[in-house]
Nanobody, 123 residues
Framework: VQLQASGGGLVQAGGSLRLSCAAS????????KGWFRQGPGKEREFVAA????????DYRDSVKGRFTISRNNAKNTVDLQMNSLKLEDTAVYYC?????????????????WGQGTLVTVSS
């Protein structure tokens, strides 16, 4: 398994969760990393991305101010801190790594995808 995501679970609306993704390939430590999600009956959508050096960060509008992406290149990990969770954040969250920041943002199939971790937000 090249990408192992963890940290999903059941949380009440307004609560917090922290997702973490560990990469096994050493070259992934310098590649752009990010998170996508797929909610029930929805298409997969971009959530957040961070460049290899951590100098460029992007979020989808609906999570700005609530989610924070971070990376640790020494540990070859990428985290997603999710605060003030809403019902609409319920989804399977996938960590993704790409050689190209643009390809990562676009969700290109050639990216490297983790297996997904389920986040369920309840009322």
């Amino acid at each position: 398994v090249q990408l192992q995501a963890s940290g999903g679970g059941l949380v009440q609306a307004g609560g917090s969760l922290r997702l973490s993704c560990a990469a096994s390939r050493l070259d992934f430590s310098r590649y752009p990393k990010g998170w996508f999600r797929q909610g029930p009956g929805k298409e997969r959508e971009f959530v957040a991305a961070i460049s290899g050096a951590g100098t460029t960060i992007d979020y989808r509008d609906s999570v700005k101010g609530r989610f924070t992406i971070s990376r640790n290149n020494a540990k070859n990990t990428v985290d997603l801190q999710m605060n003030s969770l809403k019902l609409e954040d319920t989804a399977v969250y996938y960590c993704v790594v790409s050689e190209s920041y643009g390809s990562l943002r676009s969700g290109a199939s050639r990216n490297y995808w983790g297996q997904g971790t389920l986040v369920t937000v309840s009322s």
